[in-house]
DNA sequence: CATTAAGTTCCGTCAAGCGGAACGTCAATT
DNA sequence: AATTGACGTTCCGCTTGACGGAACTTAATG
């Protein structure tokens, strides 16, 4: 027979569509027509994969990435809002700096300002690489709900781009701690050998949707010059943040 | 191991988002990294489902199910475009008028316009009956695709609630089938006994979205009056209609 | 403190998803 | 017209993970 499985988790989407301050799991479970149990494993998956969450003492609501299901045209709104902070922060590093969101486990480059020097790293739009060794990836990452977080890593392909890469789980958990308690990520010989990166997130109403980087050589990443750029880098992205938080639901589509 | 159905699921519906035109099967496929015979079926269950469609050639896009998923914050907006059409019908006959959409496979009321008579069948909205039995419920599913037909047919409950409603499938294929001949439903103690419902469609620029009824104690309609309500209703909903279809993507949220 | 109602977890059963391989279909190329 | 290749679609045996009743936990109420 069909999915009937599907059916039943988009009923349920459904059914939170219309209760934006969260619904209790016996309404839910009775407005669809579900058991309990059912409704509320259910749930519990569509909670890990981020769809929904669990609005304390037993109420779920939807969050914002149902919405990027139907609007991915949501991307071209992110890059107008970033382009401007991220010409500044080229124009001032004279290295590259990318735009990336998490998307299907993989990171995906939204828009990226190359550095005029002739020694870079090419990337170019609509790339993707794995979530977990690029700076962009951890920004991100790491400011996830941790069941989020948990099936990333249990789901992501972890990719061993450079001999440097680290692939071990215990390590990126290390790692990813560390970019929580910092505010940003700083990745060097992962993706590629000699190329730093420094990451920062992304945050809408609703947690983080996307991370700025810097990449660059690693000769051109002294000592002093590291400290200045993650300054600038974390402003960056602080200023987009406040940006998309300003327009919330005015620029949905 | 947690759901990774779903996230193959979900990935696709990602995917197809930044594709309005459709996008084809091997590009899904690889960009989410799934097998293509996997892809497929998961592109062939959402499409039954109503959430992607299949526009030739074997290339796929969403439909306007997915924002529905996320903005039921529609229903007040149809409502309003309903409204002043069912005042003036519920002026006219003096009758009940309804809006109703399907949703899980029932059809529920968002908005009721009661006669003034008091001779009434009383629906509020908010509450939810079976779809094949009430005209409300004819009308929209009659205007499905027919693998959504099949679906329903197969997935809902129906129910019998009066010892003259129709359960039997094929009984219901040939009204549906009826019912998409003529434009309208009409339907006779399905739901109560002695309430006779008139319902037509409500299309916006991707089919079928809601219905409107017309339900009234049989003794109310005779033969004169039922033609010319259903002129009237047919002529309301096609209004109501052209309004959604002046407004695309004005109001999606 | 008993009682009820709601959320959460468990677990044996078995339906249903999986994806490689085989098959159709169409169009460009020789 | 035959050949080739690329892509969409279907098949089917293997195995996974969904199912939901019942038991358990927690919170609110009398």
Redesign the pocket.
């Known amino acids: ?9 988009f009923a349920i989407l459904e059914a939170t569509a219309g209760h934006p301050e969260g ?7 009775t407005l669809v027509g ?12 569509l909670c890990t994969l981020g769809y929904t969450a ?1 609005c304390g ?4 609501r939807q969050t914002g990435m149902v919405k990027r299901l139907a609007l991915a045209a949501n991307d071209p709104y992110w890059v107008s809002v970033a382009d401007p902070v991220m010409r500044k922060l080229n124009k001032q590093t004279k290295e590259t700096i990318n735009l990336g969101i998490l998307r299907f486990e993989k990171i995906f480059y939204l828009h990226v300002l190359e550095t005029s020097q002739t020694l870079r790293r090419a990337v170019s739009a609509q790339m993707s690489d794995p979530c977990f060794s690029t700076a962009l990836g951890r920004a991100i990452v790491a400011f996830l709900p941790t069941e989020r977080q948990d099936f990333l890593l249990r789901h992501a392909t972890i990719e061993r781009r450079t001999p440097k890469t680290v692939v071990e789980e215990v390590e990126i958990k290390k790692i990813l701690r560390k970019v929580a308690k910092d505010g940003f990520a700083i990745e060097e010989d992962q993706t590629d050998l000699g190329v730093t990166c420094i990451g920062t997130p992304v945050f809408d109403s609703e947690g983080v949707v996307a991370a700025i980087s810097l990449s660059a050589p690693a000769v051109r990443i002294g000592g002093g010059t590291k400290k200045q750029w993650v300054e600038l880098m974390l402003e960056g992205a602080q200023s987009i943040s406040k940006t998309l938080q300003q327009n919330i639901g005015e620029r949905l589509l």
Not at 23 to 29: D, H, I, K, M, R
Not at 34 to 45: E, G
Not at 57 to 60: E, K, M, N, Q, R
């Open positions: 027979m069909e999915s009937a499985h599907l059916v039943k988790v619904v209790s799991l016996n309404e839910l479970a579900l058991p309990k149990s059912t409704a509320h494993r259910l749930l519990k998956t669990n003492s037993g109420t779920y």
